[in-house]
């Protein structure tokens, strides 16, 4: 269970149990929306990833993937873009 958040038991709400059952079984998340609006996010619990042959392939490819690349100019740059504010002021 996720830890520190509260927690709804749904078995006496038949939709809610059977959208609850649905996440978990298909181990796919879904938004929950009142019209357009995005209220809640419903992810399965417990989901453990495999390691496959596909997946240490992609993760051997991407070895170097940096080799050659000015790393302090790349930090640099993404120093200056953190610290730069694009939103307006908050007015109080």
Not at 28 to 45: F, Q, S
Not at 63 to 71: P, R, S, V
């Amino acid at each position: 269970m996720a830890e520190g958040m509260e927690s709804v038991d749904v078995e006496s709400e038949t939709r809610l149990r059977d959208l609850a059952e649905l996440v978990w079984s298909t181990r796919e998340p879904r938004v929950l929306r009142l019209g357009p609006k995005a209220l809640a996010l419903v992810m399965p619990l417990g989901i453990k990833h495999s390691k496959t042959s596909e997946g240490r392939a992609d993760f051997l490819r991407a070895a170097g993937g940096w080799k050659g690349m000015d790393t302090d100019r790349f930090l640099a740059a993404n120093r200056k873009s953190r610290d730069a504010s694009y939103r307006p002021p908050v007015r109080w």
